[in-house]
C-alpha cells in the first residue's frame, strides 16, 4: 500500500539502507549530507516523497536512479544534482516520444540508493517503487535484475555534479532492442565505459545515472526483489526506538520480522585496522576486526574485503571463507544503555579522510554478519551470481559460490 515518506522518515531509512548494503550503497555521512538540505524552498518543491508498491506503479513509467562513483568521492554532495539532471533528461525523452515518466526506482539497498531516489523524486514531483535490483548493494550493474530481466539499457545518462552529460548508447547489431544475450552484454559494456568517465577530472569520482526505463509491465517482471524500501525503514526505526542494541537482538529481529537469515560469522570484536584507496569510481579497501576477550597477543582476526561494498570475508583461524557475494557483509555496533552510538556503518563510514578509524566507531564492540542472498542472485550460471564471482575472484578466492549458511556450518568452521 503507497504511504508517504516526510524529512524525519529519511534518517530510519538511511540507516536500514546502510545496514542492507553489505558494506556499501554509499556512507551514512553523504546520505546525511543531503537530507540535511532536504527541505521545502528554492530547491525542493516539496518536503515529502509518496512511496508505492511495484503492482501501484501503473500510471506511468519508471527509470532507476542513482548515484555512481566513490562513496568518499560523493561524501560532499549537498543536492543531488547529477541524479537529478539524468532523470531531467529521461523526463525529456519520454515526452518527445510521447510518453509519461511517473515513478523512479532504487538501484540497490543502500543508504545512498534510497535516498538519492527519493530525493529525486521530491525534486520532480515523482513517487519512489518500493523495491530495488538486488535486496542489497552491488558493485557493478551486471549484478542487478535489471540487467539480469533483459531490460533494454537505452536511454542511459550519466551526469556530473556540475551538469556535465553523457549519454550511453550500444546499438544492437539486430532489431530496435537486440535480442535478450545482447541486453546481457550491454549491461557489461555500459559499466565498462562508464567508470572511467566517472573517474575523469570533470566527474570527480561519481556521477548521477539514470537508465532502465521501465513501462508497468516491464517494471513487474524486472523488479522481482521488493519491499526492501519498507524493510530498510523498518530496521532504522527500531534501530532508533533501541529495540536492536546487540547483534543477537538483529539476528532475532531479521528472522521474525524480515524472514531473513543472518549468522554471526566471526565472535564480537573491535576494529584492528583498515585501509581503503580511492580509484577508477571505486573504493578499494579491507577492514580487520581482532576478537576482543580471552586470546593475548595471538587474538585471531577476521579479516573483510571490498571494493565499495562487502565481497569476501575469511578469518585468521579457517582455511575457508567466512562470507562471500552475492551474500551481504554487514557491520553491528553494540549499543550500551546509556550509548547513543551509531550501530551501523558502511565500510566508507568506519575510516577517516586520511585513513584513520573513525573515533565514533574506534575500540567498539562490533559483530559482523553474513546475510543470506535473495534466491534469484544465487542462480547458478545467471549473469548475476557469475557477475558477483568474477568480481570475488580479483579479491584472491578462486573456488565456487559457496552459501554462507553452508560456510558457517563446514566442519572447522570459527
Same mark, same amino acid.
Not at 526505526?237 to 528472522?255: C, I, T
Given at each position: 500500500m503507497a504511504y508517504v515518506l516526510n524529512r524525519a522518515d529519511l534518517e530510519p531509512l538511511l540507516l536500514g539502507g546502510c545496514f542492507f548494503g553489505s558494506g556499501g550503497g554509499g556512507t551514512v555521512v553523504s546520505a546525511r549530507s543531503l537530507v540535511s538540505h532536504f527541505e521545502k524552498g528554492a530547491y525542493y518543491p516539496a518536503d515529502h516523497v509518496r512511496v508505492v508498491t511495484v503492482d501501484e506503479a501503473t500510471e506511468g513509467e519508471s527509470v532507476m536512479v542513482a548515484y555512481m562513483g566513490a562513496p568518499e568521492a560523493i561524501d560532499s554532495a549537498a543536492y543531488p544534482i547529477g541524479p537529478v539532471m539524468a532523470v531531467e533528461n529521461v523526463l525529456k525523452r519520454l515526452a518527445s516520444q510521447g510518453r509519461k515518466l511517473t515513478y523512479v526506482v532504487p538501484p540497490e539497498s543502500g543508504a545512498l540508493g534510497f535516498t538519492v531516489a527519493c530525493l529525486v523524486a521530491a525534486k520532480l514531483g515523482l513517487a519512489v517503487v518500493d523495491g530495488d535490483g538486488a535486496g542489497r548493494a552491488v558493485p557493478s550493474l551486471p549484478m542487478l535484475t535489471f540487467a539480469a530481466r533483459h531490460v533494454d539499457p537505452r536511454p542511459a545518462f550519466l551526469v556530473s555534479q556540475d551538469g556535465l552529460s553523457v549519454e550511453l548508447d550500444v546499438t544492437p547489431r539486430k532489431g530496435s532492442g537486440g535480442d535478450r544475450q545482447h541486453q546481457e552484454d550491454v549491461s557489461v559494456i555500459v559499466e565498462q565505459m562508464m567508470r572511467p568517465i566517472v573517474a575523469a577530472p570533470e566527474f570527480n569520482e561519481f556521477g548521477g545515472l539514470a537508465m532502465w526505463v521501465m513501462t508497468p509491465q516491464t517494471l513487474h517482471h524486472a523488479l522481482p526483489?521488493? &519491499?526492501? /524500501?519498507? @524493510?530498510? +525503514? =523498518?530496521? &532504522? @526505526?527500531? /534501530? %532508533?526506538? &533501541?529495540? /536492536? !542494541? !546487540?547483534? =543477537? =537482538?538483529?539476528?532475532?529481529? +531479521?528472522?521474525? @520480522?524480515?524472514? %531473513? !537469515?543472518?549468522l554471526p560469522l566471526f565472535e564480537t570484536g573491535v576494529i584492528d585496522s583498515a585501509k581503503v584507496d580511492t580509484t577508477g569510481g571505486f573504493d578499494l579497501g579491507t577492514v580487520v576486526i581482532r576478537a576482543a576477550q580471552g586470546h593475548g597477543a595471538e587474538a585471531p582476526t577476521a579479516t573483510v574485503l571490498y571494493q565499495n561494498e562487502s565481497l569476501l570475508a575469511w578469518s585468521s583461524r579457517a582455511s575457508h571463507p567466512l562470507c562471500m557475494a552475492p551474500d551481504s557483509i554487514a557491520y553491528f555496533f553494540d549499543v550500551g544503555p546509556d550509548d547513543q552510538g551509531q550501530a551501523v556503518a558502511s565500510n566508507g563510514d568506519l575510516l577517516n579522510p586520511d585513513g584513520s578509524i573513525n573515533p565514533a566507531f574506534k575500540d567498539r564492540p562490533v559483530t559482523v554478519l553474513g546475510l543470506a542472498a535473495n534466491p534469484l542472485l544465487r542462480v547458478p550460471n545467471g549473469l548475476i551470481l557469475d557477475s558477483f564471482m568474477a568480481q570475488v575472484t580479483t579479491l584472491g578466492y578462486r573456488g565456487p559460490y559457496v552459501p554462507v549458511e553452508v560456510l558457517m556450518s563446514a566442519k572447522g568452521g570459527v
Open positions: 526483489i521488493t &519491499g526492501t /524500501l519498507s @524493510r530498510a +525503514l =523498518d530496521f &532504522g @526505526r527500531a /534501530l %532508533l526506538l &533501541g529495540e /536492536l !542494541r !546487540r547483534a =543477537d =537482538d538483529v539476528v532475532k529481529y +531479521l528472522q521474525q @520480522r524480515s524472514h %531473513l !537469515r543472518a
